[in-house]
């Protein structure tokens, strides 16, 4: 028997990246995988994937922002699959900028997508799990939440909240047996870091002690512990994913 054999796995902002890893990764653990991106179009080559690994997967065309779209899609989910078993809060956006610069569109981009998207998809999910008396809820947060960034307190400042948001819940659920908890990435190889140059990149290297920066995969491993009982005792926490770049 697979990890996750007869588990339901959401996992938002999946289309690429960090999210599409992760969907792989529990998909290939044995869960039957919803996969949700703000186009579903967007959804077709990581279904095409899921799919070549033989993997049930469903694919939503999810918004975080809206409560609602959230509330109908999450409903539609636990009638469709019968249950919801973890949820990856992974939708994620940056508008960087300093502070003097930053309009009020940027900072309520960034705070609207990350951290309220939480809240919508968490909120959403609560149901089902509070009712199963099981459930992980894994929030992508980021290392830029712990330590501040010059350039980012819009994103900083979601991702703080997505943190102090993650230990309330999991106070909240937690007689439930339902668990929540917050990854913290560093600095993770993208599109985004692949075009930097090579002295930029060392530069960045330099601050990290295991000297490379990380791969979604690395991600994705810290988010099937937390979301397989070998965590079961563990709520509440922020897992760094950093390479030791802040400890
Ligand atoms: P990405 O930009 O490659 O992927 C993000 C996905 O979220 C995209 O598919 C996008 O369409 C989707 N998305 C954006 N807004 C959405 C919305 N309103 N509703 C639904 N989906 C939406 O980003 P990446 O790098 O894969 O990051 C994933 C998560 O990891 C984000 O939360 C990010 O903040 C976090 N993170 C990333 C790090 C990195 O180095 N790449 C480091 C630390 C945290």
Redesign the pocket.
Known sequence: MTMFEGKTAII????????QAIAFDLAAKGADIVI???KAE?LSETEEALKQLGASVTCKE????SAEACQSVFNDVAKENGRIDILVN?????RDGILMRMSEEDWDAVLT??LK?TFNCTKAATRTMMKQRSGSVIN?????GLMGNAGQAN?AAS?GGVIAFTKSVAKELASRNVRANAI?????S?K??DALSEEVQQQMLAAIPLGVF?S?QN?ADAVAFLASDQSAYITGQVLSVNGGMYM
């Open positions: 938002t902002g999946a289309a690429r990246g960090i999210g949700g991106d703000l967007w999810l918004d975080v922002t992974n939708a994620g956006i940056t997508v990350n998207g992508i947060a980021s290392i830029i994103y991702k913290a990435p560093g600095f993770i993208s985004m870091t990380g979604p991600v």
